[in-house]
């Protein structure tokens, strides 16, 4: 196979991709800028750093992600395979020890014969070879001006964030309790809070100084991870049915379900740390501070990490980019990761392996594949390529872009039918297409 694969930034997307191309027999160069010159919220200089929450999604056959994490590990996926390595208690979603698993994909890419990582920022496409643009929501401003100058202006932005962490030995046990929504195993801490409290919460919530964007920035939440600053203004009950819903979680010394829940997950796996599920957020740090420390149990609490909020980029994806995740203006180059218009780390993995793949096709003249409708991972791309360009916004995996079976039963049951069809018809791609499945 003559020829390399320009692989451009380093996170979870990029690890995928080079991996991918790399064990299909192609010669890959993998770049990442840091340490020579970070971003806003990364903190370190390993591959595929996580910046967000430490959760991958839910696992269970009932669950979207739970199917594309079933299709990415008969792949063969680095990134599944070290959060199966870094697993820490989460109830039903596979969550992971953020330190242990960046070091074990960079482990993986740095260690494969057929990658080369290069430490470098790149402010042009290289003009040889095939490029893998995953490059992130964080996309430097060089590469995004010079990739407006070749391709029009294709770029969308909105911001994400991420939650504050606390010493679990600063949580006050005696008033938070651990417990699972409903029949889950009691994986999560959870704080309980009466009107009075929640309401001086609430309004101390409104008064909070938020981050103020440069003018030229205009802050476009993505639904799935709207800053609790944000939830707070559009009502005074809006956070009682999202992050701080009491339903399923009694207090277990009253016996009673609290007015509102504050519930914190672990985040490592020797559980020393846990974030505030549901609490990401751009506050000033001091009114953070002061916030959390309003919740019960938590008014002794140490933060380890404040929440951040930076801009994501992505690409306007149905005007750009083919179902296979190559460029239509430019088949040479494709997109893989937020860029090209998903949204969550699983999403991000899994879009950087078909993209590393098809780079290698490519490269061997081989043409594209992409996966059938029934499996996840083809209905995200498929809706990627398809969907509106005037409203365009990421998307993460959901049973709404695979098609129903026709079976009787409960949404429990149809799900379940889903997952075991998608995953069915993934193998089955995957044998036709010659690529080498890992044993479920």
Request: glycine share 10%; charged share 25%; net charge positive.
């Amino acid at each position: 196979m003559k020829g390399i694969v320009h692989v451009i930034g380093g996170g979870l997307a990029g690890s995928e991709a080079a991996l991918a191309a790399a064990r299909s027999g192609a010669r890959v160069r993998l770049y990442e800028m840091r340490p020579a010159k970070m971003t806003p919220a990364h903190r370190t200089d390993r591959l595929a750093e996580l910046v967000c929450s430490n959760s991958l999604g839910g696992e269970a056959e009932t669950n979207a992600k739970g199917l594309l994490q079933a299709e990415m590990r008969v792949a063969g996926s680095a990134v599944m395979a070290a959060a199966d390595a870094t697993r820490v208690p989460a109830g039903g979603a596979l969550a992971v020890d953020r330190e242990l698993f960046s070091a074990g994909v960079t482990e993986a890419v740095a260690g494969h014969p057929g990658v080369e990582v290069v430490r470098r920022e790149v402010a042009a496409l290289p003009e040889d070879g095939v490029v893998v643009l995953a490059t992130g929501p964080l996309t430097s401003e060089p590469l995004a001006a010079h990739l407006k100058a070749r391709f029009g202006d294709p770029f969308l932005s909105y911001y994400d964030a991420a939650a504050p962490v606390v010493l679990f030995e600063s949580i006050d046990m005696g008033t938070c309790y651990f417990a699972g929504r409903y029949d889950q195993s009691p994986d999560y801490i959870n704080c309980p809070m009466d009107e009075a409290r929640y309401r001086r919460f609430y309004q101390r919530l409104l008064e909070a100084r938020r981050h103020q964007p440069h003018d030229w920035e205009r802050l476009e939440f993505f639904e799935a991870c709207v800053p609790i600053e944000e939830l707070g203004r559009r009502g005074y009950r809006t956070l009682l049915f999202g992050p701080m819903k009491p339903v399923g979680l009694p207090d277990p010394k009253t016996g009673r379900i609290p007015f509102a829940v504050v519930q914190l997950r672990r985040e490592d796996r020797a559980g020393r740390m846990w974030s505030l599920v549901g609490f990401q957020t751009g506050l000033k740090w001091g009114d953070q501070k002061e916030l959390v420390r309003l919740i019960p149990g938590l008014e002794r609490a140490e933060i380890v990490r404040y929440g951040v909020m930076h801009r994501n980029t992505y690409l306007n994806a149905p005007r750009m980019l083919e179902a296979s995740l190559r460029f239509r203006a430019e088949p040479r180059v494709l997109a893989a990761g937020v860029l090209s218009g998903v949204e969550g780390y699983l999403e991000s993995a899994a879009t950087g392996w078909l993209a590393g793949w098809n780079a290698a096709r490519a490269l061997s003249g081989e043409p594209p594949v992409v996966p059938p409708e029934e499996t996840m991972l083809g209905g995200l791309v498929r809706f990627l390529a398809g969907a509106n360009p005037e409203n365009f916004q990421p998307m993460n995996a959901n049973w709404g872009l695979v098609p129903p079976v026709a079976v009787r039963g409960s949404k429990r049951e149809r799900r379940q039918a889903m997952f075991r069809r998608g995953l069915a018809a993934f193998e089955a791609w995957l044998r036709r297409s010659g690529w080498a499945l890992t044993p479920a």
